[in-house]
């Protein structure tokens, strides 16, 4: 039954990373926005809500070290797993006004966990100033972007209006297979893992990490194929951004949590050194090319393999 669930999870998944990918470019051209602010917000947060689910119902249960092992775990996959291979399948253009203002929250939030998680507990004030930094983070972008688009006349809204309704509804199919097929992946693969007898920390920064980053690994690679490279980057800096300022900080804020030794000696600091190298690629050459990508999934398996000989 557990080997069912994860299947028909990935088939959800990738069916509503398809319709969710393709919605939300069709959005973005409808209303004027860029696709990266569309790929930052509407498919990184949308795609991150498994994330906050898991997270939410961890800690809920008693299970700090799943809550946290699931946001720095899925941080460190989206970098390097999740853009790695979006990267090897197209070379990814890196708009430097974007990472300039997007990658450097991603770095502030990252840099915000690190202190937070070395602190030992992450109580509910840390959260609630997670959570203000995030919503500061929302106003500015859409100020950013409604301020860099003149705005449509009237003729041009009435025109696009019912390309924007159907772009909106395949969004919306999209991200609730998305979510569905998330909840029945990890669903499985959490009780799957813990036949094994897995500690409660390596169980989030593994299976539940990487399967509630399922949603974000389909819809890049897909937007990759498409050529739509920006929703692959803005989808992974979104993700992250909010995967720290939204979800432990909602997290927090519901229920303070004590930080895993484990996390707090290692993961944490791979999670920051993964951004940093995203960040340090962004910048050196305008674009992540396939060689770049296949260093970030290379990087992301030598990790995988020291969790798993330190087990």
Same mark, same amino acid.
């Given at each position: 039954?557990?080997?069912?669930?994860?299947? +028909?999870?990935?088939?959800?998944?990738?069916?509503?990373?398809? =319709?969710?990918?393709?919605?939300?470019?069709?959005?973005?051209?409808?209303?004027?926005?860029?696709?990266?602010?569309?790929?930052?917000?509407?498919? %990184?947060?949308?795609?991150?809500?498994?994330?906050?689910?898991?997270?939410?119902?961890?800690?809920?249960?008693?299970?700090?070290?799943?809550?946290?092992?699931?946001?720095?775990?899925?941080?460190?996959?989206? +970098?390097?797993?999740? *853009? @790695?291979?979006?990267?090897?399948?197209?070379? *990814?253009?890196?708009?430097?006004?974007?990472?300039?203002?997007?990658?450097?929250?991603?770095?502030?939030?990252?840099?915000?966990?690190?202190?937070?998680?070395?602190?030992?507990?992450?109580?509910? *004030?840390?959260?609630?100033?997670?959570?203000?930094?995030?919503?500061?983070?929302?106003?500015?972008?859409?100020?950013?972007?409604?301020?860099?688009?003149?705005?449509?006349?009237?003729?041009?809204?009435?025109?696009?209006?019912? %390309? +924007?309704?159907?772009?909106?509804?395949?969004?919306?199919?999209?991200?609730?297979?998305? #979510? =569905?097929?998330?909840?029945? =992946?990890?669903? %499985?693969?959490?009780?799957?893992?813990?036949? =094994?007898?897995?500690?409660?920390?390596?169980? @989030?920064?593994?299976?539940?990490?990487?399967?509630?980053?399922?949603?974000?690994?389909?819809?890049?690679?897909?937007?990759?194929?498409? @050529?739509? %490279?920006?929703?692959?980057?803005?989808?992974? #800096?979104?993700?992250?951004?909010?995967?720290?300022?939204?979800? #432990?900080?909602?997290?927090?804020?519901?229920?303070?949590?004590?930080?895993?030794?484990?996390?707090?000696?290692?993961?944490?600091?791979?999670?920051?050194?993964?951004?940093?190298?995203?960040?340090?690629?962004?910048?050196?050459?305008?674009?992540?090319?396939?060689?770049?990508?296949?260093?970030?999934?290379?990087?992301?398996?030598?990790?995988?393999?020291?969790? +798993?000989?330190?087990?």
């Amino acid at each position: 039954m557990d080997i069912f669930l994860v299947s +028909i999870g990935l088939i959800a998944l990738l069916a509503g990373g398809e =319709l969710l990918v393709r919605g939300a470019v069709s959005m973005a051209r409808g209303i004027g926005m860029s696709s990266m602010v569309i790929g930052i917000t509407l498919v %990184g947060f949308g795609t991150s809500a498994p994330e906050l689910a898991a997270s939410l119902n961890a800690a809920l249960a008693g299970s700090p070290g799943i809550a946290v092992g699931n946001v720095v775990g899925s941080n460190i996959s989206n +970098i390097l797993l999740i *853009l @790695g291979l979006a990267a090897i399948i197209s070379a *990814l253009a890196v708009p430097q006004g974007v990472l300039a203002r997007d990658g450097a929250v991603m770095l502030l939030a990252t840099v915000l966990c690190v202190i937070a998680v070395l602190s030992g507990t992450m109580g509910r *004030l840390a959260g609630l100033g997670l959570f203000l930094v995030l919503v500061l983070y929302l106003v500015a972008t859409f100020w950013l972007e409604h301020r860099s688009h003149a705005p449509e006349t009237v003729d041009d809204v009435s025109m696009t209006r019912s %390309g +924007i309704g159907r772009a909106a509804l395949l969004f919306t199919c999209g991200l609730i297979f998305v #979510l =569905l097929g998330a909840h029945a =992946l990890v669903s %499985g693969a959490i009780a799957v893992a813990a036949d =094994l007898g897995l500690s409660e920390a390596l169980i @989030g920064l593994t299976i539940v990490a990487v399967g509630t980053s399922m949603p974000e690994l389909v819809t890049s690679v897909i937007a990759a194929r498409k @050529g739509e %490279g920006e929703v692959a980057l803005g989808n992974i #800096l979104g993700s992250n951004v909010f995967n720290i300022l939204g979800i #432990l900080g909602v997290t927090a804020l519901v229920q303070p949590l004590n930080i895993p030794d484990q996390i707090a000696a290692f993961d944490i600091w791979v999670m920051l050194g993964a951004t940093v190298l995203l960040l340090v690629l962004g910048y050196s050459g305008a674009r992540i090319s396939r060689a770049e990508g296949a260093l970030l999934f290379a990087a992301y398996l030598a990790y995988m393999g020291w969790l +798993i000989i330190t087990i």
